[in-house]
């Protein structure tokens, strides 16, 4: 299979090397298209590598028939609609390690540059002024700056600023205390950063808590003539209260790297002070955090779509390529006894159990977990499942999902068993591997049995009375339908029913199922295609 890649904003050249370094992956550079230009060619695509530019919106998305991924080449995912994605299984990864020295790096000079009215003083000597006097600054060293975001980004930032004496206070909610101590920072709350900063500087991610966080309540609280350095995403910062806060003079200046609109609209109003310095959202572009997100990126894509292996995605668990290894005869079973279970229950799921019990290893089971809810849901719903949209699936049809280990596997050396509970009834599967990678069911609710889940199955509930098998033989043979093997399932406590569990060469026709069904006497029979 051929899977071709689109990527729509500029992104490094040794990314799309390796793009073109793969036999099976074509790619095609189209930058700058518009949103109608992208949707038209989008549903050819299996990946998309973007940066901000691109704005994947649910539009886009309708038109994306074939896409399976979707590769940020940075951190920011503000501009793909995350939901929408996950809702029809496309992956959303980013890249969060390649350009974050280089966008903590741009913090620091712009509020170098902000404090030293560097770009002031380049404009106006250009100009033909010699304004010395009016442009003098003032040092930062023994000033105190706050850190609101202690990630990779403000971490770095809050090092730096530590190298040029600063006292650095940090706001985080999700960092510990002892973190930012070891750091050499001061934990604050916010209304205590806000109080007490010279420079406050931004470094948290854009998300609906954190949109127009900084706005007039915050400016009201910050320090007289404090700076702000801005070099996360449009929309954290008020660009309103910001305005005001200006005019005002709480806010002594700005340095701003991201904007609500990019580029903003002309004559946007905060480029009417003379104390806001600006860039075009460079704090990414340096030659050495592009070629990293570039590379980052395109092995990313390339890994997901040639083996599925999940690297650094943000709607979906991460999982290397060893460990899917590993658990891929696991997964496999996973995914067949939620088939199988799919087809025994009736009514609406309520919950879904998966124990494991006996050895799987250090492994992280959350693969085997989406396994089986994929294969419990694909045969109820219209939307394709996968490992992306399964938990979202379930979440959204009320399907609870629960998860336990023991060590004992009874008489196995691991044993996978799954309850499904309706509304109407509870089924159980167990199922195991024999050898390393066979996969066997060994108990369909009272009954122990061995059988492996492929082919074309037949699960036929019966009284245990003498010729049942031979009625069952015969009705087959008389359709030449060929068994492949039969085994009949023990009922435990042992009891009067039985069921006959059936591999045939040829799928069951309506008329042999009608038969097995009512001749000579009722039985319910379950076929299931796996
Ligand atoms: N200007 C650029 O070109 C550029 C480049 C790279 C990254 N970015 C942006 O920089 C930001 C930080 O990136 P990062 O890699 O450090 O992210 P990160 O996920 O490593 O760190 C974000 C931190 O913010 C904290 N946080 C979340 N909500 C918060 C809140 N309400 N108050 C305080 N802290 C909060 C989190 O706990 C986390 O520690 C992101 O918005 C990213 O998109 C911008
Ligand atoms: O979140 C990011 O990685 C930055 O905002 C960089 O964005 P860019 O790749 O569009 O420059």
Same mark, same amino acid.
């Given at each position: 299979m051929t899977y071709k890649v689109l990527v729509s904003d500029k992104l490094g050249e040794a990314g799309i090397k390796l793009f073109e370094q793969e036999n099976d992956i074509e790619v095609d550079v189209k930058t700058d298209l518009s949103p109608e230009e992208l949707k038209e060619i989008i549903g050819q695509y299996h990946g998309l590598a973007v940066r901000s530019a691109?704005?994947?919106?649910?539009?886009?998305?309708?038109?994306?028939? +074939? /896409?399976?991924?979707?590769? =940020?080449?940075?951190?920011?995912? #503000?501009?793909? #609609?995350?939901?929408?994605?996950?809702?029809?299984?496309?992956?959303?990864? +980013? &890249?969060?390690?390649?350009?974050?020295?280089? &966008?903590?790096?741009?913090?620091?000079?712009?509020?170098?540059?902000?404090?030293?009215?560097?770009?002031?003083? &380049?404009?106006?000597?250009?100009?033909?002024?010699?304004?010395? %006097?009016? /442009?003098?600054? =003032? $040092?930062?060293?023994?000033?105190?700056?706050?850190?609101?975001?202690?990630?990779?980004?403000?971490s770095i930032a809050a090092n730096r600023a530590r190298g040029l004496k600063m006292n650095v206070i940090v706001y985080d909610p999700v960092v510990t205390? $002892?973190?930012?101590?070891?750091?050499?920072?001061?934990?604050?709350?916010?209304?205590? /950063?806000?109080?007490?900063?010279?420079?406050?500087?931004?470094?948290?991610? %854009?998300?609906?808590? &954190?949109?127009?966080?900084?706005?007039?309540?915050?400016?009201?609280?910050?320090?007289?003539?404090?700076?702000?350095?801005?070099?996360?995403?449009?929309?954290?910062v008020d660009e309103d209260a910001l305005y005001d806060a200006l005019k005002m003079g709480k806010v002594g200046g700005a340095a701003i790297d991201v904007f609500a609109t990019e580029p903003p609209p002309e004559g946007f109003k905060l480029f009417e002070f003379d104390n806001v310095i600006c860039t075009p959202h460079l704090g990414a572009s340096t030659a050495e955090a592009q070629t990293n997100v570039a590379v980052d990126i395109a092995r990313q894509l390339i890994a997901y779509l040639k083996s599925d292996t999940i690297q650094n995605a943000v709607n979906v668990p991460s999982v290397s390529g060893k460990v899917l290894e590993e658990l891929d005869p696991f997964i496999r079973l996973a995914d067949r006894m939620g088939r199988m279970l799919s087809q025994l229950s009736e009514g609406h799921i309520k919950s879904v159990e998966i124990d494991y019990d006996g050895n799987f290893g250090d492994n992280d089971m959350a693969p085997v977990r989406t396994a089986v809810v994929c294969g419990l849901l694909e045969p109820l719903v219209l939307d394709d499942v996968n490992a992306v949209n399964a938990p979202y699936l379930a979440k959204e049809k009320g399907i609870k999902v629960l998860e336990s280990s023991s060590d004992d596997a009874q008489e196995f050396i691991n044993l996978i068993t799954v309850t499904v509970k309706t509304d109407k009834d509870t089924n159980v599967v167990s199922g195991t591997l024999f050898g390393k990678s066979d996969p066997r069911i060994v108990r369909i609710n009272d009954f122990r049995l061995e059988m492996r889940p492929s082919g074309n199955l037949a699960l036929i509930h019966n009284m245990d009375i003498p010729g049942e098998i031979g009625v069952i033989g015969t009705i087959l043979g008389d359709h030449k339908v060929n068994i492949a093997r039969m085994t009949v399932g023990q009922e435990e406590p042992e009891g009067e029913r039985n069921i006959v569990f059936l591999r045939t060469d040829t799928p069951l026709t309506k008329e042999v199922l009608d038969k097995l069904e009512t001749y000579p006497r009722t039985r319910r029979v379950i076929y299931m295609e796996l």
């Open positions: 691109t704005k994947v919106t649910k539009e886009l998305l309708d038109a994306a028939e +074939n /896409l399976r991924a979707i590769g =940020r080449a940075g951190i920011g995912v #503000d501009n793909i #609609d995350v939901d929408e994605a996950t809702r029809r299984g496309i992956i959303v990864m +980013n &890249t969060p390690g390649g350009n974050v020295v280089t &966008t903590a790096e741009h913090a620091i000079s712009m509020m170098m540059a902000l404090t030293r009215n560097i770009p002031q003083g &380049t404009a106006s000597l250009k100009d033909g002024r010699w304004d010395k %006097k009016k /442009l003098q600054g =003032r $040092e930062v060293m023994n000033k105190t700056l706050g850190v609101i975001g202690f990630g990779k980004i403000g205390p $002892e973190n930012i101590k070891k750091a050499k920072c001061e934990p604050v709350s916010l209304d205590e /950063l806000y109080e007490r900063s010279d420079y406050i500087t931004i470094h948290v991610p %854009k998300i609906k808590k &954190t949109a127009n966080m900084i706005n007039k309540d915050a400016f009201a609280k910050m320090k007289d003539g404090v700076m702000l350095i801005h070099c996360a995403r449009g929309g954290i």
